[in-house]
């Protein structure tokens, strides 16, 4: 954990202090690790929409690899989310910017979504110390949100950790994209017989993402959206397995759970691993509720990347 010195300067260095790397740092044998950004919070969120209502996400950005955050639903100007998102991370690396960047959106049903403003982190300092410590942390603190026109339009909360790989395990690093494409014959309960709105929470290894909500869809949904996962194997655990949950949105009561999915993808990470490159092909997977009743399916592929 770093003092409260080394956190200082991790917190107020301004962009351009920040030296680009040294002969000595260059010559050093790269290390790689799993960076983790706890997104917290966010706080005092301007929205253009007209009505004044909105509905905020995060892009959260680093090196070229880009995650998004649920959608904060009628949250305001003060949404929680309480997400962890995982990226790869070397150090030195090519290139010296070694920035967090996060984009707070705001999401439109009927047009483009608003751009509410972005977030900078910069941790080369967080990544220093924890290659040389084996781990590193900035706890979770509230970061300016600057808008297009450069004044402050809100502040998010938001944690980083760093953990450097143990290279005595072999691990293998990629990235796990899942498409979630459909679904057909999805079954709920709706005591006023309305369409059901269903989206979709995708869980691995405690990465957590959310579909957008298909609204009056009824049993037979389109999603078509893609969600990124970073995977390792053989990793800490044995468990490879991606879960789906299907749930039916309510706005004036609790959701409704419909029934689970898992997807077992060792056997795709192994090859993947391997190869390069794996692929399980989009198929229908069965939606199965408590005490085995089945409630649809699901359509979904699934593909991994190693990465270096």
């Known amino acids: 954990m ?13 962009p351009h202090l920040h030296n680009p790397p040294s002969l000595s740092e260059r010559n050093k044998a790269m290390a790689i690790g799993i960076l983790e950004v706890n997104l917290v919070n966010g706080k005092g969120f301007r929205g253009k929409d007209i009505l004044g209502g909105i509905d905020p996400y995060v892009l959260i950005q680093y090196k070229g690899q880009e995650q998004k955050s649920s959608v904060a639903k009628n949250a305001s100007e003060s949404p929680v989310w309480n ?3 995982k990226f790869q991370a070397e150090y030195p690396g090519s290139g010296g910017d070694y920035k967090i960047i996060l984009k707070v959106m705001d999401k439109d049903t ?26 590193s942390e900035i706890w979770p603190q509230k970061y300016s949100v600057v808008g297009a026109n450069l004044k402050y339009n809100g502040e998010i909360k938001v944690g980083v950790s760093f953990t450097l790989e143990d290279r005595g395990k072999a691990m293998a690093m990629g990235m796990l994209e899942v498409h979630l494409i459909s679904g057909k014959g ?12 269903p989206y979709v929470e995708i869980n691995y290894k405690g990465q957590e993402r959310m579909s957008k909500v298909a609204k009056n869809a009824g049993p037979d949904p389109v999603w078509n959206e893609k969600f990124k996962f970073l995977a390792e194997y053989p990793g800490s655990g044995g468990d490879f397995l991606i879960l789906f949950k299907v749930m039916d949105h309510d706005v004036i009561d609790g959701d409704d759970y419909i029934g689970d999915v898992s997807i077992d ?3 795709l990470l192994v090859e993947g691993v391997r190869k390069g490159w794996s692929e399980l092909p989009p198929r229908m997977y069965q939606v199965i509720a408590h005490k085995l009743y089945f409630k649809g399916e699901i359509e979904v592929g699934v593909s991994f990347k190693r990465q270096g």
């Open 2 to 14: 770093l003092t409260t010195r080394q956190r200082l300067l991790i917190y107020i260095t301004p």
């Open 83 to 85: 997400e962890k998102f």
């Open 110 to 135: 009927f047009s483009a979504d608003d751009f509410i403003g972005q977030a900078t982190i910069y941790i080369k300092d967080l990544l220093a110390f924890g290659v040389e410590n084996g781990k």
């Open 186 to 197: 999805l079954q709920a309960h709706d005591p006023l017989n309305k369409p059901i709105d």
């Open 265 to 267: 993808v060792k056997d």
